[in-house]
């Protein structure tokens, strides 16, 4: 059984930076495509940053320039780097592993509970 634990997340300024971590446990994590996903209060749950298992990386626009991915497979582990944040990056944030089949991206495992980022002055 996959467990996904997120941490990381608090209480930040305009401008201020963040790194999240999320550790998995109960995978073969190195083959895992990793990515962070944020849910904002009303609003769908959306893939911010991905990284593939072969390290290419990718990113929502609103993500670009601003935040990093990174893994580190002996430790199971995904990071998710934030600078430049700003108050609509408030958000629970998420990791999961994914894959696509068919153009579908499919997530793998059941969500963790994830680390509230709010950005506020």
């Known amino acids: 059984q996959v467990q996904l634990v997120e941490s990381g997340g608090g209480l930040v300024q305009p401008g201020g930076s963040l790194r999240l971590s999320c550790a998995a446990s109960?995978?073969?994590?190195?083959?895992?495509?990793m990515g962070w996903y944020r849910q904002a209060p009303g609003k769908q749950r959306e893939l911010v940053a991905g990284i593939t298992s072969g390290g290419r990386i990718n990113y929502a626009d609103s993500a670009k320039g601003r935040f990093t991915i990174s893994r580190d497979n002996a430790k199971k582990t995904v990071y998710l780097r934030m600078n430049s944040l700003k108050p609509e990056d408030t958000a629970v944030y998420y990791c999961n592993a994914y894959e696509w089949a068919v153009g579908v991206r499919r997530e793998l495992y059941s969500w963790g509970q994830g680390t509230q980022v709010t950005v506020s002055s």
């Open positions: 109960g995978s073969i994590f190195s083959i895992n495509n």
